[in-house]
């Protein structure tokens, strides 16, 4: 899955790969979670556009967003028949720019978070699906998730799931809604070659959703992980009462 990603590159090198005609200005982004407005490209009118929208997509027929489980992400092998996503993945197709994406594994019977990359540097873009949620009082929220694929078997030592990334070539193929078929994208929607991510290890401050800094993609040693371990075990308790002068505690009730 895809619980927390990336924004670091400048808005004009998005905007140059992307090709959206805003002109958006905005700072980097070292920790983006869910319920956060995030950057999605879409098409209307033949051109690209920018739009932030909330992550977290909410149907259309919703009528209670308090009571509606969170939808951050879409399962490629059921977009086609969720109720939730079935229309978005046929008529509201977008991509999510980013740099990156934190995954946890569990060792040792805590979770390490790993920051994965592209293996040569370069940005890349969520295939998402989105949807405008209309309120009852009139009110509007553009809501979107991130689509899923089986991982590969080299991200698979992370997670099972990853995030499918829609290459620059295939953004066109992927942002084409003018039809209401899906078997020119299907293809799209599989797990990143083998060898085309790296990833590393990152300290746990990524657990916090008010940590966003650059320190956060800096990869830590097995010293510094193993630091972070004990300093998360818990505490002993103290003993509630110490041992009176010259008694050494045994048979004592206080």
Known sequence: MCGR???TSAPAALRQLFGYVEQP???PRYNVAPTQPIPVVWIENGARHFRLMRWGLLPGWVKDPKGFTLLINARSETVLEKPAFKRAIRRRRGLIPADGYYE????????QPFFIHRADGAPLGFAAVFETWAGPNGEELDTVAIVTAAAGEDLATLHDRVPVT???????RWLDIRGDEVDAILPLMTA?????FAWHPVSTRVNRVANDDDQLLLPISAEEMAAEA???KPKKAARKAA???????Q???F
């Open 230 to 232: 004990e300093a998360a």
């Open 243 to 249: 041992a009176g002068p010259g008694d050494d505690g």
């Open 166 to 172: 829609i290459s620059p070539r295939d953004f066109e």
């Open 25 to 27: 200005n905005f700072p």
């Open 192 to 196: 990143p070659r083998i060898g085309e």
């Open 251 to 253: 048979g004592s009730l």
């Open 5 to 7: 990603f990336v924004i």
């Open 104 to 111: 946890w594994k569990s060792e040792g019977g805590r979770k």
